[in-house]
């Protein structure tokens, strides 16, 4: 996330000073690479999606809503395959956002899966996703779960500890099994974001460190003891990420350490995972990559190391999560008050908040917001929606510029809800979480269904 986003959907409200106060707004506007592909204004000035007017979206479902694109999704996980090409697997990063019918969705689209936990990995499992093209990631993977992803055959566990090289080495010992493992290195890059979603500096919980020795040894442990497979290395240096350098640093780095196993143990890896991370538009300062460029960068990083470093070029794999789901998915909220705090600023509160959305909150993320239900010739203001919840940093959209007719009954658009908010929700305040809707070609189906009460009431054994 970069410092200076501020959170505009039609302007660019940040660094500007005094001057952006003076500039023109249209607050019925839609950028598109913020919205899902299929999201217009109607005629009457209301957001449609895949054919679908917002109010009969809310009058059915109720709001809080995530609305998910399905096209748009699907869309975007051909854009992958078509721009890093067969040669290329791409993972699905299953922690973004993770349903059954969205992996139906990614497998049918010919995307492999990448889980990081045991329910993560059910869900696949349950939805019919090939255990083959699962990927296990995980910084404390359990015996437990160890042994359900060896029973099951995932293709690949990515190894994050000795203690769990030894874990796992036992338990194909046991089983006669040979389970496919990748070791996760630490390359020390700091990637331009924040400092909780960045992941592949020296001093965090994931992975071998690569400048002290400890991933080549790792490598060496597995080589030797000659019970689990080693295909390759694997790094991923941070989420929403709009600066390729890191990834070149990261190539560069990692493909020496397949060199020295290499020169150390006759033995050239056949697989690299370069991770993913890779950002999306939150608001109009963002300016993310196509997948195509991502592509040819990335080759063209990896085909140089290579060369300097006299090696085949390894099978490829990337694990994209946000940047397939996040711009898929918008939620949908309804105004409740509407409140002038003397001249400071106005707090539009809607009927959600840090329980569906904690980015906000936790680690200063950007988002942007537009009346959806409407459209509206009155003047901008630069307003704040904000949450439900008994806390003062319940902030949906820090900055944003509304309609100053914006009233209780009006529905709220956010876009770029897709990864890392279902996902991240909670309960707090005792608040059900929404449900997910998925829309396409003019039919709505939930896809998750909204939590009640009595789903609250009913683990509460006391």
């Known amino acids: 996330m970069r410092a200076h986003e501020a959170g505009a959907l039609h302007g660019d409200i940040g660094n500007r000073g005094p001057a952006w106060l003076r500039t023109p707004v249209d607050v019925n506007a839609l950028v598109p690479q913020l919205w899902p592909r299929t999201v217009e204004r109607g005629t009457d000035g209301a957001l449609t999606v895949a054919g679908l007017g917002v109010r009969d979206l809310a009058d059915r479902f109720g709001t809080p809503v995530y609305v998910l694109d399905e096209d748009d999704l699907r869309s ?24 059954r019918a969205v992996v139906r969705m990614i497998a049918e689209e010919g995307l492999h899966l990448d889980v990081c936990s045991g329910g993560e990995l059910a869900t696949a499992l349950s939805a019919g996703m090939p255990p083959e093209r699962i990927g296990f ?18 293709g690949r566990i990515i190894v994050d500890s000795v203690t769990e090289i030894d874990r796992l080495t036992a338990l194909a010992r046991e089983r006669g099994v040979r389970p496919r493992v990748l070791v996760r290195v630490t390359v020390g890059v700091e990637a331009h974001t924040h400092e909780f979603i960045a992941t592949a500096h020296e001093d965090q919980k994931f992975g071998f460190s690569l400048a002290g020795g400890a991933a080549a040894a790792a490598a060496f442990k597995i080589l030797d003891e000659d019970v689990l497979e080693l295909r390759g290395l694997h790094s991923h240096i941070g989420s ?37 991370g890779f950002g999306i538009a939150y608001t109009t300062q963002d300016d993310p990559a196509a997948p195509h460029d991502l592509a040819k960068r990335l080759r063209k990083i990896v085909d140089a190391e290579c060369e300097a470093e006299r090696l085949a070029v390894p099978h490829l794999s990337i694990e994209p999560g946000r940047a397939i789901v996040g711009p898929a998915v918008f939620t949908l909220y309804e105004v409740g008050t509407v409140k002038d705090v003397d001249g400071i600023r106005t707090y539009v509160s809607v009927d ?96 998750v269904r909204r939590e009640t009460e009595e789903d609250l009431l009913a683990l509460d054994v006391g």
Do not use: W
């Not at 051909?78 to 791409?90: E, I, S, T």
């Not at 990631?137 to 995932?154: F, Q």
């Not at 990834?247 to 060199?259: G, H």
């Open 352 to 447: 959600g908040g840090m329980s569906d959305n904690i980015r906000t909150a936790l680690y200063g993320a950007s988002y942007s917001a537009t009346v959806a239900s409407r459209a509206s010739v009155a003047e901008p203001m630069l307003a704040r929606v904000v949450g439900k919840h008994c806390e003062s940093g319940d902030i949906v959209v820090k900055d944003e510029f509304l309609p100053a007719d914006v009233q209780p009954g009006d529905l709220v658009a956010v876009p770029g809800t897709g990864a890392y908010c279902r996902s991240m929700a909670s309960n707090y305040n005792h608040v059900p979480r929404p449900p997910v809707v998925a829309v396409r070609d003019g039919q709505a189906r939930v896809i």
């Open 76 to 99: 975007r996980c051909r854009d992958f395959r078509a721009a890093f090409g067969d040669g290329v697997d791409v993972y699905y990063a299953g922690k973004a956002f993770l349903c």
């Open 137 to 154: 990631h995980g910084n404390n993977k359990s015996v437990a779960e160890l042994t359900r992803a060896v029973d099951a055959g995932v």
């Open 240 to 276: 929403q990420i709009f600066d390729a350098s890191g990834f070149e640093v990261s190539a560069r780095r990692v493909l020496a350490l397949q060199a020295q196993i290499r020169d150390a143990r006759g033995v050239e890896l056949p697989e690299l995972d370069l991770g993913g």
